[in-house]
């Protein structure tokens, strides 16, 4: 994938993160999030930190932090959403 600033990575080519696909579900179900708890791998992109903002979950546990993460930190902290890490280990993947 190339992004606007002309950098190239292999983020998520096919794939819906399994945030989005949870967000996804529980509208489908008619299961209301306000005040909802995430639990994920590691800190939300961008795009899955703006739907957790806009849905009411109001606390994210990650098991780690994303090398990429920190904008989505500090969108949480901006919207009051309290962001929990099980690890400081940081996840990188190649070609990121």
Partial sequence: MTHEDGKVTNHCVRTV??????ICQAARLGI?????TL???MTPCRTCAMLIINCGIVRV???????SGSESEAMFKDAGIQLDYVSEEVMKYEKQ
Avoid: I, M, S
Wanted: hydrophobic residues 30%.
């Fill in 39 to 41: 639990y994920c791998r």
């Fill in 17 to 22: 993160h399994a945030e989005q696909n949870a």
């Fill in 32 to 36: 209301a999030l306000e005040g909802a």
């Fill in 61 to 67: 546990v990650c098991e780690k932090k994303y090398h």
